[in-house]
């Protein structure tokens, strides 16, 4: 990586890169017909219920003509993936990133980490230094690529943070969320954009003396242990998706289990500092 670039060239040069690897062009969306096309990509991927479409062609217009951003993924003029993000903070201080999706047909191809890092690349060049945006805390791939591959770090633990939402991925519990804040100039984001994700490893670090507060149980659900220590890791369960779908009352323990332990050691301080692919996220309580 060259570190004497400006920032933002850099960061545009790593979008490019991204997108080429995954063998699509990433760019702004500003024509009604591939607006519609986003709302429908939503639609399928969360597979809303009728008339709940996560976002609407109008709205899609209205953040786009007032300088918002949205963009799409595209491949032979297929659109696979978007992403959705308005300004937060006056004098566009922070861009919230509202929604991010891949269809199934460009799954496993990295299209999600290059619309990632074009939004970046946006940012950067709006002169904007940080994007957040919340996520589910129990999905696991989720938590990886957040925290892993793009560098980001949770700031709070938001309970039940848009309420009910009927469609095919929430379930009917309560949405409890992460927020998250990427700090697009830090060094750990930009090795990240370069394609040196954030390294965390659980065991190194039970072997150092870090102690286990939320694991897994030999049945699936949630099995409270010792938050003692100033480092501690929470588990969270490997498919909290299907586990809604085949064990509701077992995915609704999870839930109550992770607001109680990560939400509780958030609120005391702790600084959640990286997450294993493994399943496990890494909460310091040292004093910094």
């Not at 297929?78 to 199934?104: D, Q, R, T």
């Not at 938050?227 to 999870?254: H, K, N, S």
């Not at 990560?262 to 005391?268: S, V």
Request: aromatic residues 8%.
């Amino acid at each position: 990586m060259n570190t004497e670039r400006p920032v933002a060239a850099e960061a545009v040069e790593a979008a490019r890169a991204a997108a080429v690897a995954s063998g699509v062009e990433v760019r702004e969306i500003t024509e009604i017909a591939e607006m519609t096309a986003v709302g429908v990509l939503f639609e399928t991927i969360w597979r809303s219920a009728p008339g709940t479409r996560p976002v609407t062609t109008e709205l899609l217009r209205a953040l786009s003509s007032a300088g918002n951003y949205v963009a799409g993924a595209f491949a032979d003029g297929e659109l696979l993936g978007a992403c959705v993000g308005f300004f937060g903070n006056p004098g566009k201080g922070s861009l919230h990133s509202h929604i991010a999706g891949v269809a199934k047909a460009g799954a496993g191809r990295g299209i999600g980490y290059a619309l990632k890092l074009h939004q970046r690349g946006w940012a950067l060049e709006q002169e904007v230094s940080a994007v957040k945006w919340t996520f589910d805390p129990l999905v696991r791939r989720n938590a990886y690529f957040n925290l892993g591959k793009l560098g980001a770090l949770p700031v709070r633990y938001l309970r039940d943070f848009y309420g009910p939402m009927t469609d095919g991925i929430n379930g009917s519990g309560d949405t409890d969320r992460l927020m998250v804040s990427w700090e697009l100039t830090s060094p750990a984001v930009r090795n990240a954009a370069f394609g040196e994700p954030i390294r965390t490893d659980a065991k190194a670090l039970l072997d150092q003396g870090a102690t286990v507060a939320l694991e897994v149980a030999a049945d699936g659900g949630p099995a409270a242990g010792s938050a003692e220590g100033p480092v501690t890791l929470v588990a969270v369960p490997p498919d909290i998706e299907g586990l809604r779908t085949t064990d509701p009352g077992r995915a609704a323990a999870w839930r109550a289990a992770l607001r109680e332990v990560l939400g509780g050691l958030m609120a005391a301080g702790g600084r959640v500092t990286g997450f294993d692919r493994a399943g496990f996220y890494v909460i310091s309580k040292e004093e910094q």
